[in-house]
């Protein structure tokens, strides 16, 4: 068993793209955890296909390292290495509950951006001791004292002993490390107490099942142990009990203050719920510990196979998806339009794209994905047979009787934008549009910060995208959630030949609602391909139509075979196809390519 005084249990948290992988993958080497030859690629932790080509951390890995420190003592160092972006903050905030302190990665020429902020608040809830380390300082454009000065004056932590570093050359390492054994407290614990271990993270593997990340807090944890989960009330014989160096290497038990990962013959994800409590079934622990707070879905959005047969691939492929992120909930739904699929909840538009790439690649699936919405409360009055009652509602399809609604509340979310002064003015524009209300304006270092709140409704579409492009990639966006508001909020139909398409319906605020639908129209003019008969696209709010677009029909020349003669006999013919495009219209049906789907539901403004 390690001795608790030579534990360091440490997280890197940064904003995107501030080093943390390189980092991570710099540690590693410097201690000997892969050799030169072993260090196939960068971001050795990052070891989803999608990680790598993207070039962003998704799901926090662990790896415990040895570091032999000037004072003569061997340090067991336990890394988390965390994602960056605001959709994967739940698996931030997971990770920081295993550890004792944060290396806090700053780039050197980026300086504070909005997710450091929003990371380093969740570390000092944490308690944590913060260690500033300020990257990439071998770059042309760094500024390290202007940084550290920000540091300062933005955050409030010490930073005049931050450690200046570059991950990808090698600079400033040993003193990260030195730093790490200096200032991160060790762990406390007591190895005779009853066993009392948290589970901070669950996967599948085909292998070995379920593997279980714990980070034990009293007692000791050993291989052929009986233990039990306190918020499942199930009990297993453990079999396996091992670490990440980062190669995976089996240990005979795990003491207070260790880091490490066992199985159990689990079979079922469910079983092994992240932030449960574990414990020994003979001697268990009097109370549980406080576990994390359960994950809220932001967006929601349908899943549809392209191919109906491909149902039940895409229902098996939903549930392995959901063994390794506890974050993605789905259920099944049916659409008149596109049959059946699934309603699946989201941490926000990028955890979205990457399930939806998931899926694609890795389970070979074709799908259609509807319109992206956040959770809408409905407060609905007494009819004959049902009484008042507040509804959540998911789908905008599902959306009752108008009449009924007395009151719609809406998400609404407080956003922190970071951006160079010279790309203030659009940013504001797109705030204000959005229907965002200011709260803070200030100036950290030449960038202005702003603070606003906004409805989460206009942030899921493309406000992200939009707000990275005005600002030429130098905006950072974070938000958190503060509620729901009631707005004039209506549903919007989409008809196409006079039949509604419910996977292209949203709910819209009053005020922006004939803008939307006639960016939405012309969009689907441009997409569905032209038909033999004249094909009309409508958008409506109830009986009300409020933007319109006509498709135009292709057209058979069908008086080409009449040379001269009298003009009654090509006036006959175009009549009578005039009549039988008619009859095609009433019972012809429309087909609309997937592309279009998914290219009309990326409108933007821009329509």
Not at 35 to 46: A, C, F, K, S
Not at 383 to 388: D, F, L, M, V
Not at 412 to 417: F, K, L, R
Request: with cysteine; aromatic share 6%; proline share 5%.
């Amino acid at each position: 068993m390690t001795p608790l005084s030579t534990i360091r249990n440490f997280s890197i948290i940064a904003h995107i793209d501030h080093g943390k992988s390189t980092l991570a993958d710099r540690l590693i080497q410097r201690t000997g955890g892969l050799t030169e030859r072993e260090m196939v690629r960068g971001q050795m932790l990052d070891n989803m296909e999608i990680e790598q080509e993207r070039g962003i951390t998704i799901k926090a890995q662990t790896v415990r390292l040895e570091w032999p420190a000037a004072d003569g003592n061997t340090y067991t160092l336990n890394l988390m290495d965390t994602p960056g972006h605001v959709d994967f903050a739940y698996e931030v905030s997971r990770s920081l509950a295993a550890c004792e302190g944060a290396l806090l990665v700053v780039d050197a020429a980026q300086g504070v951006e909005a997710q450091t902020l929003a990371n380093v608040y969740q570390s000092i809830e944490h308690d944590h001791e913060i260690v500033p380390v300020i990257n990439k300082v071998d770059l042309p454009a760094a500024e390290p004292e202007r940084v550290r000065h920000e540091i300062e004056e933005v955050i409030g932590l010490d930073a005049s002993e931050a450690v200046l570093a570059s991950a990808k050359t090698g600079i400033g390492i040993d003193e990260v490390l030195q730093a790490i054994v200096d200032k991160i407290p060790p762990p406390k614990g007591d190895p005779e107490a009853p066993l009392k271990a948290m589970l901070v993270d669950s996967w599948y593997d085909p292998y070995l099942g379920v593997v279980i990340l714990v980070r034990v807090m009293d007692g000791v944890i050993r291989r052929g142990a009986q233990v039990k989960f306190m918020a499942a009330g199930t009990t297993h014989l453990i079999d396996r009990v091992g670490c990440f160096r980062p190669k995976i290497e089996q240990l005979a038990e795990l003491g207070p203050g260790e880091i490490g990962f066992i199985t159990a013959q689990i079979k079922e994800i469910s079983e092994a719920r992240v932030g449960d409590t574990v414990t020994d079934a003979r001697r268990p622990a009097a109370e549980a510990l406080p576990g994390f707070k359960e994950v809220q879905p932001v967006v929601f959005c349908g899943l549809f196979p392209t191919d109906a047969a491909e149902f039940e691939k895409l229902r098996d492929s939903l549930y392995k998806l959901r063994l390794n992120d506890a974050s993605f909930s789905f259920e099944m739904e049916t659409s008149a339009a596109l049959g059946f699929g699934f309603r699946c909840g989201f941490l926000g538009l990028l955890h979205l794209e990457i399930i939806q790439e998931r899926l694609t690649r890795e389970y070979d699936l074709d799908l259609i994905t509807t319109a992206p919405s956040v959770v809408y409360k409905m407060v609905l009055s007494h009819s004959k047979n049902e009484p008042a009652q507040t509804i959540e509602l998911h789908n905008p399809a599902d959306m009752p009787d108008p009449n009924r609604i007395e009151s719609i509340e809406e998400p609404w979310i407080e956003a922190t934008i970071y951006a160079p002064d010279e790309y203030l003015g659009p940013i504001l524009k797109l705030c204000q549009d959005r229907r965002g209300i200011q709260k803070n304006l200030t100036y950290v270092g030449g960038r202005a910060q702003l603070t606003y709140e906004l409805p989460l409704n206009e942030v899921v579409f493309d406000f992200y995208d939009r707000l990275k492009s005005m600002s030429k990639g130098y905006a950072s966006f974070d938000y958190h959630q503060i509620g729901t508001r009631e707005g004039d909020l209506v549903k919007m139909s989409i008809l196409v030949n006079e039949e509604p398409v419910d996977a292209l319906s949203m709910i819209v605020h009053r005020a922006t609602a004939e803008a939307r639908g006639r960016g939405m129209v012309e969009r689907l003019k441009e997409l569905i391909p032209r038909h033999l008969f004249k094909i009309p696209i409508q958008a409506a709010i109830g009986g009300k139509v409020i933007a319109r677009e006509t498709i135009s029909a292709m057209r058979k020349d069908v008086t080409a075979k009449c040379y001269g003669g009298d003009a009654t006999r090509k006036r006959k013919l175009l009549e009578k196809q005039k009549k039988g495009k008619a009859k095609m219209r009433e019972y012809g049906s429309v087909s609309i390519p997937q592309e279009a789907f998914i290219a009309a539901l990326r409108m933007g403004d821009e329509g």
